[in-house]
T-cell receptor
C-alpha cells in the first residue's frame, strides 16, 4: 500500500529564516509526486509535480526536490504569507491517478 | 481560482439525513475525484470518475455514492448521515492523459448535528 509521511508536523520560522520540509514515501512504482499548499478552510492549491529522482522545480521562494525515497520542499527567506499547510501526495501504479496524501506540515512564518 | 466549482460551500444537517454535494470540473477535464478531509485525518481518497465511468475507489462507505453525468459534473451522495461524517469534502479534476496534476475546488464543509 502506498504511504506518505511528512515531517515535521508543524514548523515555526522567523521571516527570512530558510528551512526544508520532508516527505518520505513508499510506493509501488512512482508515477508522480505532488506538492500542494492548503490555507485553512480552503482547497489544496497545486504547487509542483516531480516525476523522477533528481528532478527539481522552483517557484518563487519554493524549491522541490526528489530522490527515490523522499522529497524536500525548500523554503528560502520565507514571508508571513507563506504560512499554510504544505501537503505531499504520491501517485503510484496501484490506482488510476489516485493520490495518496500525507498529513501535511503546518508552517507558520512570523514577521 | 482553480476552475473547479463546488456547491454548496456549507451544509448543516441532522443525523440520518441524506445530502448531495455537487462538483463542476475545470473546462476540458474528464477526471473527477472526491476526497474527505477530517480534523484528525489527512485527505482521504473516496472515488474517481473518468468521462462518466467509475475508475478507482478508495475507502468510501457503502452509505456514500457518486456519479458523473454526461456534462461531466459530478455529485457525491451521502446518506444515513452520522456525526462522524462531519468533514470537508473536496472535489478535484484533472486533464485527460496520464501524469497530470489534480486541481481542487474550495470544498463543501458538512456539519452533521
Amino acid at each position: 500500500e502506498d504511504q506518505v509521511t511528512q515531517s515535521p508536523e508543524a514548523l515555526r520560522l522567523q521571516e527570512g529564516e530558510s528551512s526544508s520540509l520532508n516527505c518520505s514515501y513508499t510506493v509501488s512504482g512512482l508515477r508522480g509526486l505532488f506538492w500542494y499548499r492548503q490555507d485553512p478552510g480552503k482547497g489544496p492549491e497545486f504547487l509542483f509535480t516531480l516525476y523522477s529522482a533528481g528532478e527539481e522545480k522552483e517557484k518563487e521562494r519554493l524549491k522541490a526536490t526528489l530522490t527515490k525515497k523522499e522529497s524536500f520542499l525548500h523554503i528560502t527567506a520565507p514571508k508571513p504569507e507563506d504560512s499554510a499547510t504544505y501537503l505531499c501526495a504520491v501517485w503510484g501504479n496501484t490506482g488510476f491517478q489516485k493520490l495518496v496524501f500525507g498529513t501535511g506540515t503546518r508552517l507558520l512564518v512570523s514577521p | 481560482d482553480s476552475g473547479v466549482t463546488q456547491t454548496p460551500k456549507h451544509l448543516i444537517t441532522a443525523t440520518g439525513q441524506r445530502v448531495t454535494l455537487r462538483c463542476s470540473p475545470r473546462s476540458g477535464d474528464l477526471s473527477v475525484y472526491w476526497y474527505q478531509q477530517s480534523l484528525d485525518q489527512g485527505l482521504q481518497f473516496l472515488i474517481q470518475y473518468y468521462n462518466g465511468e467509475e475508475r478507482a475507489k478508495g475507502n468510501i462507505l457503502e452509505r456514500f455514492s457518486a456519479q458523473q453525468f454526461p456534462d461531466l459534473h459530478s455529485e457525491l451522495n451521502l446518506s444515513s448521515l452520522e456525526l462522524g461524517d462531519s468533514a470537508l469534502y473536496f472535489c478535484a479534476s484533472s486533464a485527460p492523459g496520464g501524469s497530470t496534476e489534480a486541481f481542487f475546488g474550495q470544498g463543501t464543509r458538512l456539519t452533521v448535528v
